[in-house]
């Protein structure tokens, strides 16, 4: 840890790193496959000085909230770095947000000033001006933005109090060879904004400066925005204060050799956690792309990257459908490989004491398992060693081949996926958080990798295990001769990193946050090598594997609307899609003429099958609102109905927990793929 900048602020991390890497490379981005264009620690800060001073000019005060609209690109960290210089916290939310949720967080937040990532955005945003009537100003990210109608205005803004005429304004737009009608009052570039900026700064101004000074650990430095169970956004308040502990206890270390590549929403807290923690390290960050991040992890050969359980999943289905259409030999050649490295790491993990325990081990087993795993591991490690850099390595070559570790987030990574990328030597680690704690829980290390669990909870954390049912604390427990290690129940999560609530919404405050616990949702338990493991969830909100976050309530109500439909529930936690559970109205099949006598012959009949598909199909449709991650895949029918006390509440509200556990084949079965035609 001795590497990483010591700061109080965000503000004074990234003047700090400015101070201690200087001329080293901060964020390049992508020109060609094989062209980067880097941007220095010192030039990022003289930049983000230079923005914040543009933004003091243009009236933005002291706390104030600054809209961020973009997707991972330089000019984002830019823009982030102006915003913190400037004392404000910025609202963040990727360009695939919806007009209503675009509304809502404008107007909610109270923005006032917004970047914006590129002109299409920019029409968009322009168009919807008046049901947000206090956003004044708008910056674009990608190009300049002439004013037709008051570009004097911005001239006079750009060099002070100089004044155009008419001619010279005329001359200035027809250079630009922009689309003229992007422009209005009050919409800028972020270059320009640069430029006036570094201006100011050489007459003297310092009103950046003395805003740094201003800022308090427990200031906001971003308003994220995430799903409410009604579908209402929440605002999650995170401090600098939370933001800087994270820098603090992250345990992965990273130093200026490093390479990191960007790939997930920057937006989303876990990937922005890692951006501050390369800035912390003095580490080089490259934006990528999915349409070239394959080129780019041979180019940049990172050493470490945050991940989503999606990349891992479509990477193992690459590497599995080249394997099946090579040369037998080969194919011969990789099983052997992998199996050996299956029994290598076996025994290494046992060795190491790394093996899952859900249960208390046993001591007397352990030491005599002890000599044969280690007569397995010697008599095994000559052919893992031979067959390892024979045909194991060509494959970690496809990763950059200098990949240290990669962290995966936003999701749980399914177990078989995780096996396999540890076994052939791709260190997939595993992180466990909220937006609400900033994110960073638990996390899992090279040191302390145990398959199946997401690691011990970082420092400075406390972790509680709830009995869902009467709210008793199961772990820790001191009654218990293990602790409560091994209970299942709701994860309470205390420490730096907890958020400071929701923004002006009290109520929901309340119930997330008990005295300095904040309330996962999310089921686990402590195994018993003290590590957490994730079990599900049991608030409603369903985050997919590609990272999409979505509640179902609204959805299940719907569907519930159908008359075909008794009860819903909709599944998709850490899958790639959203696929069904639902109970079919026995009454109104019979009233339409179906011939059935119970729930489980409806089940398994035809024409109640392609009814119930169909109605999932209407109801749930672009045509109603729905995003393409909302669509419903597939679906399952369920042999008997829901029933208080058992799956419903006695307020009749789902037990979901106690439904996907009672019904996990049939989910599975939504997911299992399909057999291949011959």
Not at 247 to 266: F, G, H, K, Y
Not at 462 to 483: E, K, S
Request: charge should be negative; hydrophobic fraction near 35%; charged fraction near 30%.
């Amino acid at each position: 840890m001795n590497n990483r900048v010591i700061a109080t602020n965000l503000a004074e991390l990234y003047k700090g790193a400015a101070e201690r890497y200087g001329e080293l490379p901060a964020f390049a981005t992508r020109k060609s496959s094989q062209q980067w264009e880097p941007v220095s620690f010192r030039d990022l800060y003289e930049m983000g000085l230079q923005l914040a001073t543009s933004l003091i000019e243009l009236g933005v005060n002291y706390k104030d909230h600054v809209g961020l609209f973009a997707d991972n690109r330089f000019e984002w960290i830019l823009a982030d770095y102006g915003v913190q210089l400037s004392g404000s916290a910025d609202v963040p939310r990727g360009t695939d947000l919806t007009d209503e949720e675009l509304i809502y967080i404008v107007n909610h937040a109270h923005i006032k000033v917004a970047f914006i990532e590129d002109k299409r955005l920019l029409k968009r945003v322009k168009s919807l001006q008046k049901e947000m009537p206090e956003l004044a100003t708008l910056i674009l990210m990608e190009g300049e933005v002439p004013n037709e109608e008051n570009e004097p205005n911005r001239k006079k803004f750009q060099n002070g109090e100089e004044e155009l005429n008419g001619e010279e304004v005329q001359n200035h737009e027809k250079d630009l060879n922009v689309d003229k009608d992007l422009g209005s009052n009050g919409v800028y570039s972020i270059e320009e904004l640069v430029i006036r900026g570094r201006e100011l700064r050489e007459e003297g101004d310092r009103r950046a400066e003395q805003r740094m000074e201003q800022i308090r650990p427990d200031d906001l430095f971003t308003l994220i925005y995430t799903s409410g169970t009604t579908g209402t956004p929440k605002g999650v308040m995170l401090t600098h204060a939370n933001m800087i502990s994270q820098m603090q206890v992250i345990p992965i270390e990273l130093n200026c050799t490093d390479r990191v590549l960007s790939i997930l929403p920057i937006w989303h807290i876990f990937e922005r956690v890692f951006e501050m923690y390369t800035i912390c390290c003095g580490v080089c960050t490259y934006y990528t792309s999915i349409r070239t991040l394959g080129d780019d992890m041979k180019n940049v050969e990172p050493t470490f990257m945050g991940s989503a359980p999606r990349l891992w999943e479509s990477l193992h289905q690459r590497i599995l459908k080249r394997i099946k259409e090579a040369h037998p030999m080969r194919r011969l050649l990789f099983h052997t490989a992998y199996f050996l490295s299956r029994i290598y790491k076996g025994s290494v993990y046992f060795l190491r004491d790394r093996e899952e325990k859900l249960r208390p081990a046993s001591k007397m087993k352990r030491a005599l398992l002890y000599p044969l795993h280690m007569l397995r591991w010697l008599i095994v490690v000559p052919w893992y060693g031979f067959f390892n850099v024979a045909v194991l390595e060509p494959i970690r070559m496809s990763a950059g081949g200098s990949l240290k570790a990669t962290v995966s987030g936003g999701g749980a990574l399914p177990e078989e996926i995780d096996r396999f990328f540890n076994y052939i030597g791709i260190p997939v680690l595993e992180g466990y958080g909220l937006t609400e704690t900033a994110p960073v829980v638990a996390a899992r290390t090279l040191d302390n990798l145990v398959i199946g669990t997401v690691g011990p909870p970082v420092p400075e954390t406390d972790i509680r295990i709830i009995d869902i049912d009467n709210g008793a604390v199961q772990y820790p427990d001191p009654d218990d001769r293990y602790g409560g290690r091994g209970r299942r129940g709701e994860i309470w999560v205390r420490g730096p990193q907890v958020m400071k609530g929701y923004y002006r919404d009290q109520e929901r405050t309340d119930e997330a946050l008990e005295e300095e616990w904040f309330r996962t949702g999310d089921l686990g338990m402590i195994t018993f090598n003290d590590c957490l493991k994730i079990l599900g969830r049991i608030k409603a909100t369903i985050v997919l594997s590609s990272g999409e976050n979505l509640e179902p309530e609204p959805i299940e109500m719907r569907l519930n609307q159908s008359p075909f439909i008794e009860h819903s529930m909709v599944v998709g936690q850490d899958r790639k899609y959203l696929g069904v559970l639902v109970v079919p109205d026995l009454k109104e099949f019979r009233d339409h003429g179906l011939e059935v006598e119970s729930l489980e012959e409806l089940a398994n009949n035809e024409q109640a099958e392609k009814t119930i598909r169909s109605e999932i199909k209407k109801i749930v449709s672009p045509k109603n609102g729905f995003k393409s991650f909302e669509l419903i895949r597939d679906f399952r029918m369920l042999e008997e109905g829901f029933t208080a006390g058992e799956e419903l509440t006695s307020l009749f509200k789902m037990k979901r927990h106690v439904i996907s556990e009672k019904y996990s084949d049939k989910i599975d079965e939504i997911y299992r793929p399909e057999p291949a035609k011959s």
